[in-house]
């Protein structure tokens, strides 16, 4: 395994390099990578890596959300909180039923399937949002009037309707018992929660800090573990 993380980080690097010197975005790079090197490509991923490819998918997410977390300041959050809230659901529920008419309407498939495409293509890419967005925020756009703080808050939440409703869909779909209702109810029940859980935990690493010298890194290494741990005890 130690030997396929190597070469996925320094050719990850390189394809990131030379994409962006040709002016495209290093990540189309890295995921044309990912494509040559995996089981749809030349198969050079050692069967250990793939099996715990999914673990390595969460921690980057994690790793993600917390630089965008990392990146907004609490006034900011403050003064662009309504606009975020709807930021999160109105664009998302709307593009994903969208696409499902117009696959309907165009090729004639199923209501349930076009929505699970529709809310395939409607959610948001933290991986391509969150670099933009802190990108735009050490330049300075955006910033009088909070867009990309607007964007980054919305992001996350806007992903976490389209999953829903896409799982949701996709049980109809395979004959399970799935309730539409409850699945939408408990969208805003999970948000509510996530921030009240966050909060707590936030509040007790500041505390922590505060009152003990602890290195940067090492504050690093505890949020990022603290996650793992939070994202580990939701799935349980």
């Known amino acids: 395994m130690t030997t396929s993380l190597a070469l996925v980080l320094l050719l990850g690097l390189l394809a990131n390099y030379l994409f962006t010197k040709i002016k495209l975005p290093g990540l189309l790079g890295m995921l044309l990578l990912g494509v040559v090197l995996g089981p749809s490509g030349f198969n050079l991923m050692g069967d250990s890596l793939m099996a715990v490819s999914a673990d390595f998918r969460s921690v980057a997410l994690i790793i993600i959300l917390l630089r965008a977390g990392l990146?907004?300041?609490?006034?900011?959050?403050?003064?662009?909180?309504?606009?975020?809230?709807?930021?999160?659901?109105?664009?998302?529920?709307?593009?994903?039923?969208?696409?499902?008419?117009?696959?309907?309407?165009?090729?004639?498939?199923?209501?349930?399937?076009?929505?699970?495409?529709?809310?395939?293509?409607?959610?948001?890419?933290?991986?391509?949002?969150?670099?933009?967005?802190?990108?735009?925020?050490?330049?300075?756009y955006g910033k009088k009037k909070g867009v990309p703080t607007l964007i980054l808050a919305g992001a996350s939440a806007d992903d976490v309707f389209a999953i829903t409703l896409?799982?949701?869909?996709?049980?109809?779909?395979?004959?399970?018992?799935?309730?539409?209702?409850?699945?939408?109810?408990?969208?805003?029940?999970?948000?509510?929660?996530?921030?009240?859980?966050?909060?707590?935990?936030?509040?007790?690493?500041?505390?922590?800090?505060?009152?003990?010298?602890?290195?940067?890194?090492?504050?690093?290494?505890?949020?990022?573990?603290?996650?793992?741990?939070?994202?580990s005890l939701e799935k349980a």
């Open 71 to 140: 990146g907004i300041g609490k006034e900011d959050l403050k003064r662009v909180g309504g606009p975020a809230v709807r930021m999160s659901c109105v664009p998302g529920i709307l593009e994903g039923t969208t696409i499902a008419a117009l696959v309907v309407a165009l090729w004639g498939m199923s209501w349930v399937e076009g929505g699970i495409l529709g809310f395939t293509l409607a959610a948001v890419s933290p991986a391509v949002v969150v670099p933009s967005m802190l990108k735009y925020m050490e330049l300075g």
């Open 166 to 231: 896409f799982s949701a869909l996709v049980g109809m779909a395979t004959g399970e018992a799935v309730g539409i209702g409850w699945k939408l109810l408990s969208i805003p029940v999970s948000i509510m929660l996530g921030i009240l859980v966050g909060y707590v935990v936030g509040w007790a690493l500041s505390h922590t800090f505060k009152k003990y010298h602890i290195r940067d890194t090492k504050k690093i290494l505890i949020m990022l573990g603290t996650a793992i741990l939070l994202t």
